[in-house]
């Protein structure tokens, strides 16, 4: 058993908020995250929402939700 600490990411909410803009708006950044960022990592419950959403439809379709999309799945 080791005794290493999980890493921590200390992120500002600015920081956190940029993020989840950049997976609902940036193909780009979702390919080379892809697997790197979890809903549970931000601090505030919206953005955690958020981050959720974008991450399953990128998932499934493959590319950003668009403006449309995006509202109806809010």
């Known amino acids: 058993m080791s005794d290493e600490k999980p890493i921590v990411f200390d992120f500002d909410l600015e920081v956190q908020s940029k993020i989840v803009a950049l997976i609902l708006k940036d193909p780009a950044f979702c390919t080379r995250t892809e697997g790197l960022i ?22 499934k379709f493959r590319k950003t939700p668009d403006t449309a999309t995006l509202g109806n799945l809010i």
């Open 38 to 59: 979890e809903p549970r990592y931000f601090d505030s419950a919206a953005e955690a929402v958020l981050a959720k959403l974008g991450l399953a439809y990128i998932a």
